[in-house]
T-cell receptor
Framework: DPKIIQKPKYLVAVTGSEKILICEQY?????MYWYRQSAKKPLEFMFS???????DNQTASSRFQPQSSKKNHLDLQITALKPDDSATYFC??????????????FGSGTRLLVI | QQKVQQSPESLIVPEGGMASLNCTSS?????YFWWYRQHSGKSPKMLM?????GEKEEGRFTVHLNKASLHTSLHIRDSQPSDSALYLC???????????FGTGTTVSVSP
């Protein structure tokens, strides 16, 4: 059984629309993250949450908003979508953020295509 | 400038050969290094971690760390076609921040 569930697996969106990417982890981890990977850029850190608190935000745009309704849940809302947002978005989790116990488990990703 | 730099960008290794990958942090405040492997179309999976100076071996994989030079390397011996993948180096930094990944090395093992 997958330990980190990301939904949907694939998403096609129209420019200017809004989408929510879902992530749930069943590892009992306390830290969760969003990363983005595209052909143009390497695996790029976006957000980190620890114990449901936003710890770090490395996205330049306010169009990306993380939402954590439960400890094991971290969604990503993207508004006013642009073709440049096309990428695979990975959710990850770790026991804690930082330190030797912060090795990550990644979800299978959501492939977003903005047309 | 990328905080975690990897080289080479890509590598072709004959089956049964040795692959050597490098990773350096440009920030001296690095705490720990990890190596992840990502097969095409899949998510990254943790391969090995190294926290202390020296060498660590797990099967065909060996990792070296030189903290003074902020450098780690991954060596794959007896390379197999299933080792063909993107290898990502990640580092964590003081202050408990999220992992920063390098651009990766694409390894192709030719039969």
């Amino acid at each position: 059984d997958p330990k980190i569930i990301q939904k949907p697996k694939y998403l096609v969106a129209v420019t200017g629309s809004e989408k929510i990417l879902i992530c749930e982890q069943y590892l009992g981890h306390n830290a969760m993250y969003w990363y983005r990977q595209s052909a143009k850029k390497p695996l790029e850190f976006m957000f980190s949450y620890s114990y449901q608190k936003l710890m770090d935000n490395q996205t330049a745009s306010s169009r990306f908003q993380p939402q954590s309704s439960k400890k094991n849940h971290l969604d990503l809302q993207i508004t006013a979508l642009k073709p440049d947002d096309s990428a695979t978005y990975f959710c990850a989790s770790s026991q804690v953020q930082g330190g030797a116990n912060s090795d990550y488990t990644f979800g299978s990703g959501t492939r977003l295509l903005v047309i | 400038q990328q905080k975690v730099q990897q080289s080479p960008e890509s590598l072709i290794v004959p089956e049964g050969g040795m692959a050597s990958l490098n990773c350096t942090s440009s920030d001296r405040n690095v705490d720990y290094f990890w190596w992840y492997r990502q097969h095409s179309g899949k998510s990254p999976k943790m391969l090995m971690s190294i926290f202390s100076n020296g060498e660590k071996e797990e099967g065909r994989f060996t990792v070296h760390l030189n903290k003074a030079s902020l450098h780690t390397s991954l060596h794959i011996r007896d390379s197999q076609p299933s080792d063909s993948a993107l290898y990502l180096c990640a580092a964590s930094y003081q202050g408990g921040r999220a992992l920063i990944f390098g651009t990766g090395t694409t390894v192709s093992v030719s039969p």
